[in-house]
């Protein structure tokens, strides 16, 4: 499955195991993350969870190859349940990253409350390059938290950026040599066992209550968006040269109009 989970010291870890394919996420573990974190915010003992990758490694973003056979469809796809049960978590939800977090391994710790990245840390959103757009509310929150011009190098460009980049424009808390990354994590997680667990939740209930209704709406029209635009030429052709190891030649496409 690739998607180890465990409950130790009131934290519930969630780490992404699957290094031989630079931790790409499939369909399968995608249902396996929402899953556990379903789980961790109905166990009393679960104060709090961590989410990791492996050491040099946080997720590649999605499994071309599996997303292909098995797109998105609606908001039961495993993709979609995993983006709700993360924005439904009311636990505090700690963020490990070290090494690349590409697509969506970047769009998720927009939704952690805590999130740590090594000096070694390169993250992107590569969505418009595959000829898709910005999934996760990524197009309301990025520009919310650097502004348009920033925003639109990452999103638009796919610009990869730093951790310091991502602690400058306020993604990640700080950035910390690479080994010390999950060891500092989980001690942040530790910490809510020692605080008022109700008042945690109802604190960042309220944290969260301005931005919530616009956060569902952008999550769901972007991904009508992107279900349009999974079908269209521009991402045929970008998915295709991503096989056959190119890059891809949008100038080379006829008009087509845009599937319905």
């Known amino acids: ?102 697509g969506i391994g970047t769009t998720m710790l927009l939704h952690c409350d805590f999130v740590y990245v090594s000096d070694e840390a390169r993250l992107a959103m590569p969505f418009v390059g595959l000829g898709l757009v910005p999934e996760f509310a990524s197009s309301l929150l990025v520009p919310r938290l650097m502004g348009h011009v920033k925003a639109a190098e990452k999103l638009l460009l796919g610009d990869p950026f730093t951790g310091a980049d991502a602690v400058d424009c306020g993604i990640a808390n700080a950035v910390l040599p690479a080994g010390e990354v999950l060891p500092h994590a989980r001690r942040v997680a530790e910490r809510f066992n020692a605080l008022a667990p109700d008042a945690v939740r109802a604190s960042k209930r309220l944290m969260r209550a301005g931005n919530d209704t616009a956060v569902r709406a952008a999550i769901a029209a972007e991904g009508e968006v992107f279900a349009l635009q999974l079908r269209s030429p521009e991402a045929r052709e970008a998915f295709q040269a991503f096989f056959e190891k190119r890059k891809p030649d949008f100038n080379r496409l006829t008009e087509v109009p845009p599937a319905s």
Do not use: H, W
């Open 1 to 102: 499955m690739s998607i180890k989970t465990a409950v130790l010291n009131g934290v519930a870890t969630i780490e992404i195991a699957r290094p031989e394919k630079k931790n790409a996420l499939t369909m399968v573990m995608y249902q396996a993350m929402a899953d556990a974190l379903i789980a961790a915010r109905g166990d009393a003992s679960v104060r709090s969870v961590l989410i990791s990758g492996q050491p040099g490694i946080f997720t590649s973003g999605n499994d071309l190859e599996d997303f292909m056979k098995r797109p998105p469809q609606g908001a039961e796809s495993p993709v979609f349940r995993f983006m709700q049960a993360l924005r439904d978590c009311d636990k505090p939800v700690i963020a490990a990253v070290t090494g690349a977090a590409i």
